[in-house]
């Protein structure tokens, strides 16, 4: 009897081993961004916040938004109580014509994440 129970062992452990190296790549992965306001390639008033939501927890967050010439406008940038939307309130007005959203975060993971991407403003 003994035998028949330590013959499922091997077919256990690599069980086992197939669960904690899904259980260890889902714990680094990176968070994504899932939404945006407003959206990539879109024509917009002069938005009042930058809104930016990932795929998963982040920290560290932060957002530059700039223009095709160099011109940048700092934010202040804020995550949501749930820790997945960062809100970035320009700290200037916006001009007219086609801004860069560029961001960073760090994923629960400890992974660091960054991306862009271009909106208008009317």
């Known amino acids: 009897m003994t035998s028949k129970l330590l ?8 069980l086992s081993a197939a669960l904690l190296a899904c259980m ?3 714990a680094l992965a990176d968070a ?4 945006s306001s407003p959206a990539a390639d879109t024509t917009v008033a002069a938005p009042r916040t930058i809104k930016l939501t990932f795929s998963e927890k982040i920290t560290a967050p932060g957002v530059q938004l700039s223009m095709g010439d160099g011109m940048t406008i ?5 995550l949501s109580s749930d820790g997945k939307t960062i ?5 200037s007005p916006f001009m ?3 801004w860069t959203v560029s961001w960073y975060a760090t994923s629960a993971g400890g992974q660091s994440n960054q991306g862009s991407y271009s909106f208008t403003v009317k």
Not at 7 to 14: K, Q, R, V
Not at 32 to 35: C, D, I, K, S, Y
Not at 87 to 91: D, N
């Open 7 to 14: 013959s499922g062992l091997p077919a256990l452990s690599g």
């Open 24 to 26: 260890a790549n889902a």
């Open 32 to 35: 994504r961004l899932v939404q």
């Open 74 to 78: 700092p934010t202040a940038a804020s």
């Open 87 to 91: 809100s970035a309130r320009p700290t």
């Open 96 to 98: 007219p014509g086609k």
